[in-house]
């Protein structure tokens, strides 16, 4: 299944970037599977802004370019874009719903700042609106119609995305610290007595291993938050919630690695292999 070389553009484009949603998205039903990778795609484009400017105006403007794309959508005038379109004929079908996209975007406006979040509640709600919208809006897809993501099964997938993006924040120190931005919220690295420098210097301390394993708990409560709701989640609409248990293996991961954000032994930002996503399947359903 790996052997893919006919992947549409948004596909081949989530399989780069991705590359664990892509995986899980492999075990979508064919008929929703390039649904899917539009809906990862779209998320890439915005998710990817801050890499992309050299300051915060450019990345308004970028964001803006998608609201005002979301906007001609709903007006029939598509722009030719290779995820805009796909994307238009999903919202035309009643697969999505624009205000949850809408508000995915609104939150990547926090990215551009290279401000780190005041305390927890924050950063959960950062990642709420940002990974766990995203998987919520996939049942919506997988299942074939918007009002599918509202019920149960979108809660259930929300909160799957929820635990996936925590340990996301974790698995994505390296690559925040080279450049200089911070995800760890304030009052977690005042409680622990880590500073900006610990973080940005790749400083293996103690107290840099105690606020991982903070936030690797914090993840982990999530984790068990999401399986509480895992009945919810109809055969057909698994794969949204599927990096969960890739979270999972991440977490004991860090816990092998005795909490070292940094360890090159860890690991931690490599993403998953197709055997490893495959138990995941195996084992959440």
């Known amino acids: 299944m790996t052997n893919t070389p006919d992947l549409s553009y948004c596909a081949e484009y989530v399989r780069r970037n991705d590359r664990d949603r892509f995986l899980c998205g492999l075990f979508a039903a064919p008929e929703h599977r390039e649904d899917l990778f539009t809906l990862y ?3 890439q484009e915005i998710s990817k802004t801050r890499e992309m400017v050299s300051e915060a105006m450019l990345g308004q403007i970028r964001l803006q370019w998608w609201r005002d794309a979301l906007s001609g959508i709903e007006n029939g005038d598509v722009r030719k874009h290779e995820v805009v379109e796909p994307l238009a004929q999903m919202i035309g079908n009643n697969k999505l719903d624009r205000p949850a996209l809408e508000a995915m975007i609104d939150a990547r406006e926090f990215d551009l700042f290279d401000t780190a979040p005041d305390n927890l509640a924050a950063l959960d709600h950062y990642i709420d609106q940002t990974s766990g919208l995203l998987s919520q809006a996939a049942v919506g897809v997988l299942l074939g119609h918007r009002e599918d993501s509202k019920n149960d099964a979108g809660e ?4 799957a995305g929820n635990a996936y993006g925590m340990v996301g924040i974790l698995r994505a120190m390296v690559f925040h610290g080279r ?7 304030n009052d977690v690295m005042e409680q622990f007595g880590v500073s900006t420098g610990d973080i940005f210097e790749f400083r293996r301390t103690d107290a840099v291993r105690a606020m991982s394993k903070h936030l690797a708990e914090h993840a982990a409560m999530k984790i068990r938050d999401a399986r509480k709701m895992r009945s919810a989640l109809p055969k ?18 860090l816990k092998k690695a005795d909490y070292d954000p940094f360890s090159a032994v860890f690991g931690l ?8 996503t495959l138990r995941a399947f195996s084992g959440y359903w």
């Open 41 to 43: 795609a779209f998320n």
């Open 156 to 159: 259930a997938a929300r909160r």
């Open 179 to 185: 450049a200089k931005r911070q995800y760890v919220p």
């Open 236 to 253: 057909s609409a698994i794969a949204a919630a599927l990096p969960v248990i890739l979270a999972e293996n991440y977490l004991k991961k």
């Open 269 to 276: 930002a490599r993403p998953a292999s197709f055997r490893l």
